[in-house]
């Protein structure tokens, strides 16, 4: 029975070893599940995150882009506004040298005016 008992024995101790790595396989594949299931969540994550990037950038871009439109679009209203204010300046130079003449032709006027009544006040006066 020694021989039969060993037998058993071995047998015994097979069977736990194999159990035993049956279980450590099943644990590792486990692990293993858990880990590749991990790498797949993070891989996507980092897709969208890249995706979301682009796309960040591209909006950033087309915002610098508008940026850059209105900035020239603003630089030619400036352009404008200083023509339009020299201009202004050169009509309310010229409204103010119209004025001066139109005051000196209205007081030579009023001189002619006076002169002229004077001339015929004093003419009936003559005729006399």
Do not use: G, H
């Not at 029975?1 to 486990?30: A, G, P, Q, Y």
């Not at 591209?58 to 679009?73: F, G, T």
């Amino acid at each position: 029975m020694d021989k039969e008992e060993l037998k058993n024995r071995i047998i015994l101790i097979l069977s736990v070893l194999t159990l035993i790595l049956f279980v450590t396989t099943i644990n590792s594949c486990s692990e293993s599940y858990k880990q590749r299931k991990q790498k797949e969540k993070e891989l996507r994550q980092r897709i969208e995150l890249e995706e979301k990037l682009n796309r960040l950038s591209d909006e950033r871009n087309i915002w610098l882009s508008n940026l850059d439109k209105c900035q020239q679009e603003l630089r030619q209203m400036n352009e404008k506004l200083q023509v339009t204010e020299k201009n202004l300046f050169q009509q309310e130079l010229i409204n103010k040298s119209l004025k001066e003449e139109l005051d000196k032709i209205t007081k030579l006027k009023e001189t002619l005016e006076e002169s002229l009544k004077e001339a015929l006040v004093s003419k009936p006066d003559k005729k006399r």
